[in-house]
Nanobody, 128 residues
Framework: QVPLVESGGGSVQAGGSLRLSCATSGDTHNPYCMGWFRQAPGKEREGVAAIATGAGSTYYADSVKGRFTISQDNAMNTVYLQMNALKPEDTGMYYC?????????????????????WGQGTQVTVSS
């Protein structure tokens, strides 16, 4: 059973919107933190948003603040990333990640090493 499954990626023009979904299953139910990361070709994986699932607190990278919204549907065991006003620089593979350890979910950013469980990724391409 795949622990995290992302969906919703695609190709859009600049200014468009996409909504990514990340469904949890099995041992990844009830994570403490969930995050969305992205990785462009030749670049490091960077955290773009995170949510502390218990409190519902949300966090964003400066580059996406005001454009992206992370949310959760506890009944569906799903986390979403609503992406509006997309820019070509938002292009990359987007991954969701989950971690059950009680800790800060954001500290001015988020590192991939903070997360244990990852999805397979979904591609987002924004053309100018």
């Amino acid at each position: 059973q795949v622990p995290l499954v992302e969906s919703g990626g695609g190709s859009v023009q600049a200014g468009g919107s996409l909504r990514l979904s990340c469904a949890t299953s099995g041992d990844t139910h009830n994570p403490y933190c969930m995050g969305w990361f992205r990785q462009a070709p030749g670049k490091e994986r960077e955290g773009v948003a995170a949510i502390a699932t218990g409190a519902g607190s949300t966090y964003y990278a400066d580059s996406v603040k005001g454009r992206f919204t992370i949310s959760q549907d506890n009944a569906m065991n799903t986390v979403y990333l609503q992406m509006n006003a997309l820019k070509p620089e938002d292009t990359g593979m987007y991954y969701c990640a989950a971690d059950r350890s009680p800790r800060r979910c954001w500290y001015g950013g988020s590192s991939p090493v903070d997360y244990v469980t990852w999805g397979q990724g979904t591609q987002v391409t924004v053309s100018s």
